[in-house]
């Protein structure tokens, strides 16, 4: 059903948005790094936040959780904080 929040589904963003915070972490645009430190701060806490609500078995806090972590993430990179061009993780051209 993908109107439910699985622990399969769950995994699977946590996963996908590990991988998009690994990605950008040493991708900061030089010449706004405290924008892009700020961004990926919040994408951070996020992230941190929905492990935290997955230990409480609140599997559709964290997942919310997740989508805005990776919603920071994102905008960052499409608004060029990130250097990224991984189009499958992020809005951007490869």
């Known amino acids: 059903m993908d109107n439910l929040v699985t622990e399969e589904k769950l995994k699977k963003y946590f996963s996908i948005t590990k991988e998009a915070l690994d990605m950008a972490r040493d991708k ?14 919040m994408a951070s806490r996020y992230y941190s936040d929905a492990q935290h609500f997955e ?12 989508n805005y972590a990776h919603g920071w993430l994102d905008a960052g990179a499409r608004i060029g904080l990130f250097k990224v061009k991984d189009s499958r993780l992020f809005t951007v051209d490869d």
Do not use: G, S, T
Not at 28 to 41: G, L, P
């Open 28 to 41: 900061f645009d030089k010449d706004r790094i405290n924008e892009a430190e700020d961004f990926f701060d």
């Open 55 to 66: 230990k409480q078995q609140n599997l559709v806090l964290a997942f919310a959780a997740l």
